[in-house]
């Protein structure tokens, strides 16, 4: 596993964004582990987690003329992978979002930033997918707005859950709109970085939430 992966999945552990204990998804699912990138809520966190998408980005994605940030939470992750990239890549690329309730006065519209053409590539910039229903609801927007190529889109973790369909939501991602979602770390790779290692003093990985983890995988996982 890279130095950056490691070093994102403890980030994502002292930002009480990765927790463990005994949640529930939105789709009821009794999960060992959540992950809440709300959780983010400093300039310090934002910066870093920015550096860590602009890596995972040049990693992975070839073409690329606009980011998306979908409304909420893909916004500041946009913005900050905005800037991580030129600071951190030089790589200079202009953004927007969307919002939620189309304006009807001043500029108008939904989006908000750089404006889309047609024939443009847009690289979507998103948390974490559980069901795939943010991005169905985020293609029709960029659809609506010009005749834009989504080939990539880029998310903090890949929990690796089958859905309704027995495929994961990255899988179906990728089978319904031809996108291919590059997670930052996969859930398998969590655990391997994470099980009985200390961070700060503390394992937060034991022997028994690593367990539950993995009966939650087999039962779930894809």
Same mark, same amino acid.
């Given at each position: ?8 999945? #403890?980030? /994502? ?18 999960? $060992?582990?959540?992950? &809440? ?21 040049? #990693? ?15 916004? $500041? ?5 905005? !800037? ?9 690329? $202009?953004?927007?979002? &969307? ?14 930033? +750089? ?29 609506? !707005?010009?005749?834009?190529?989504? &080939?990539? /889109? ?10 309704? +369909? ?46 539950? /983890? ?9």
């Amino acid at each position: 596993m890279e130095q950056y992966k490691r070093e994102f999945i #403890e980030f /994502m552990v002292r930002s009480d964004v990765l927790r463990f204990g005994d949640f529930v998804t939105k789709s009821g699912r009794r999960t $060992p582990y959540f992950v &809440n990138t709300g959780n983010y809520r400093t300039g310090a966190q934002l910066s870093a987690l920015g550096g860590y998408y602009a890596k995972c980005f040049a #990693e992975n994605v070839k073409e690329c003329d606009v980011l998306f940030g979908p409304a909420y939470k893909g916004i $500041p992750l946009a913005v900050t992978t905005a !800037a991580s990239l030129y600071r951190e890549h030089g790589i200079d690329l $202009p953004y927007c979002f &969307n919002r939620k309730e189309a304006k009807d006065h001043g500029e108008g519209g939904t989006l908000v930033g +750089a404006p889309l053409c047609d024939g443009q590539k847009v690289v979507i910039i998103e948390d974490v997918i559980t069901a795939g229903t943010a991005i169905r609801e985020t293609v029709p927007v960029l659809k609506g !707005a010009a005749d834009v190529v989504i &080939n990539d /889109m880029i998310i903090s973790v890949d929990r690796m859950e089958k859905g309704p +369909a027995g495929v994961s939501a990255i899988q179906e991602v990728k089978k319904e709109f031809g996108i291919t979602v590059h997670p930052i770390v996969t859930v398998r790779e969590i655990i391997e970085a994470l099980h009985g290692q200390e961070i700060d003093g503390k394992v937060v990985l034991t022997d028994e939430l690593r367990d539950r /983890m993995e009966a939650y995988l087999s039962e779930y996982g894809i």
